[in-house]
């Protein structure tokens, strides 16, 4: 990757329009992972009194800039592990640290984006994308005296993602994709260390899902903050991320941590290729033998 700017057809990202706030290895021009920015400590959770386990004894350590999944059968504790790390849960059991301070409720430096994009019907694509500025501080003290600043860096980040000249457009007058896409800026423009990310592909086509891959690592190769990704297509794992965590059946415990081989930049055509199947099939290998477990 130039150290300047990442291609993919029809879009042209610089490092000049993100901050980048995480040190970069220069001579590859993308960030070395350093300690972890992310530990779970002996997490158990339940979600009330008298409930049986939702996570048993889990630990994971995430570093800095690192982009990870998380794959497991349905129900295992893979959304509850998001909001854990998130601060919208506490566990039960164990400790929570993000950026070596404990957990203590729901973090500002967090973006989030679910399957469903959740944009506001009565607001434009250009305000649903502001919304996390009305409410995150510092921005919301200084939106009203600086909002042409704000609009111009939702302008860009939109047009980032093939999105320019839809500023105006309200959220039924975009596509599934769109919209997704939409929602990812949403999750990004306050620019977070740290994004959360819950089936956010699974509802699209096949195609759209595809290029959502490439928008999403374009973005977090120019400005690398942490990603955890929750998903059921172990494809999608094994495109995005650095490393790939097994869950086992409810309760949810950690079985396999594995290192992904495959070098970035990533394109389509890497799917196509003998150790990206391999990687899939031996992911594949592991959810059957938790499923038959």
Same mark, same amino acid.
């Given at each position: 990757?130039?150290? @300047?700017?990442?291609?993919?057809?029809?879009?042209?990202?610089?490092?000049?329009?993100?901050? *980048?706030?995480? %040190?970069? /290895?220069?001579?590859?021009?993308?960030?070395?992972?350093?300690?972890?920015?992310?530990?779970?400590?002996?997490?158990?959770?339940?979600?009330?009194?008298? =409930?049986?386990?939702?996570?048993?004894?889990?630990?994971?350590?995430?570093? *800095?800039?690192?982009?990870?999944?998380?794959?497991?059968?349905?129900?295992? @504790?893979?959304?509850?592990?998001? *909001?854990?790390?998130?601060?919208?849960?506490?566990?039960?059991?164990?400790?929570?640290?993000?950026?070596?301070?404990?957990?203590?409720?729901?973090?500002?430096?967090?973006?989030?984006?679910?399957?469903?994009?959740?944009?506001?019907?009565?607001?434009?694509?250009?305000?649903?994308?502001?919304?996390?500025?009305?409410?995150?501080?510092?921005?919301?003290?200084?939106?009203?005296?600086?909002?042409?600043?704000?609009?111009?860096?939702?302008? *860009?980040?939109?047009?980032?993602?093939?999105? &320019?000249?839809?500023? =105006?457009?309200?959220?039924?007058?975009?596509?599934?994709?769109?919209?997704?896409?939409?929602?990812?800026?949403?999750?990004?423009?306050?620019?977070?260390?740290?994004?959360?990310? /819950?089936?956010?592909?699974?509802?699209?086509?096949?195609?759209?899902?595809?290029?959502?891959?490439?928008?999403?690592?374009?973005?977090?190769?120019?400005?690398?903050?942490?990603?955890?990704?929750?998903?059921?297509?172990?494809?999608?794992?094994?495109?995005?991320? /650095?490393?790939?965590?097994?869950?086992?059946?409810?309760?949810?415990?950690?079985?396999?941590?594995?290192?992904?081989?495959?070098?970035?930049?990533? %394109?389509?055509?890497?799917?196509?290729?003998?150790?990206?199947?391999?990687?899939?099939?031996?992911?594949?290998?592991?959810?059957? =033998?938790?499923? &038959?477990?």
């Amino acid at each position: 990757m130039h150290s @300047g700017a990442v291609f993919r057809p029809g879009f042209l990202l610089t490092t000049s329009d993100f901050t *980048k706030k995480n %040190d970069q /290895d220069q001579a590859g021009g993308l960030t070395a992972v350093s300690k972890s920015f992310v530990e779970l400590n002996n997490v158990r959770l339940r979600y009330s009194e008298g =409930d049986d386990l939702a996570l048993e004894t889990t630990n994971m350590k995430i570093g *800095k800039g690192e982009f990870i999944a998380v794959v497991g059968p349905s129900g295992c @504790g893979k959304s509850s592990l998001l *909001k854990l790390v998130s601060g919208l849960m506490p566990p039960s059991e164990g400790t929570v640290i993000v950026d070596n301070k404990e957990v203590a409720g729901p973090l500002k430096i967090v973006g989030m984006a679910f399957q469903n994009p959740t944009l506001l019907p009565w607001r434009t694509t250009l305000d649903n994308v502001l919304l996390p500025m009305e409410i995150v501080k510092p921005h919301r003290n200084r939106l009203r005296k600086n909002r042409a600043e704000y609009e111009e860096r939702a302008r *860009k980040l939109l047009a980032s993602v093939g999105l &320019e000249g839809h500023e =105006d457009k309200y959220p039924w007058e975009l596509s599934g994709g769109m919209q997704q896409r939409a929602s990812l800026c949403r999750s990004l423009i306050h620019e977070p260390d740290l994004l959360m990310l /819950d089936e956010p592909f699974g509802a699209l086509d096949a195609f759209t899902r595809e290029e959502l891959w490439d928008i999403l690592q374009n973005l977090w190769m120019v400005r690398p903050f942490t990603v955890i990704l929750v998903t059921h297509d172990l494809r999608e794992a094994a495109y995005l991320a /650095d490393t790939i965590y097994v869950m086992s059946k409810r309760p949810g415990k950690i079985l396999v941590e594995r290192e992904n081989p495959l070098p970035r930049p990533r %394109d389509q055509e890497a799917t196509f290729t003998q150790p990206f199947t391999d990687l899939v099939h031996e992911l594949r290998s592991h959810i059957r =033998d938790v499923r &038959e477990s």
